[in-house]
């Protein structure tokens, strides 16, 4: 579901998402695995990422060369477990954001899965 072309901005897409959950039959609260992506220029940058975001909990999915564009060509995809909860989601976008110009990369966004589970983001302090 592409959701930010049709809302402009993080909070609104994330707002509409979290609407759609509920809609959905997915409860506030209920843990989820978020998936998140990321794209850099650099395959040395995206593994200083994938690095850093291991070494703070995250579930690392894949890192590889995307052959279809040659702008930030290299994509990151990386999961982590929390509540469906809508502060929560815009303080890991916020942090996202702000570790992928880190390293020169760009925060592509989320997804979750619909699957409960347990609560990684309280274990980071986020």
């Given at each position: ?11 609104s897409a ?9 809609d959905q ?102």
């Open positions: 579901m592409k959701v930010m072309g049709e809302y402009g901005d993080q909070e994330t707002r509409a998402v979290m609407q759609a959950l509920l039959g997915i409860e506030s609260g209920e843990i989820l695995d978020v998936s998140n992506f990321f794209y850099f220029d650099k395959e040395k940058d995206a593994r200083l990422a994938e690095e850093e975001l291991a070494d703070i909990g995250f579930a690392i999915e894949t890192v590889y060369k995307h052959e279809e564009t040659d702008e930030l060509p290299w994509a990151l995809i990386c999961t982590i477990r929390l509540p469906l909860n809508e502060e929560k989601l815009h303080r890991l976008t916020d942090f996202l954001n702000d570790l992928a110009s880190l390293y020169g990369g760009k925060y592509d966004g989320w997804e979750v899965g619909i699957e409960p589970g347990s609560d990684d983001l309280e274990e980071l302090g986020l």
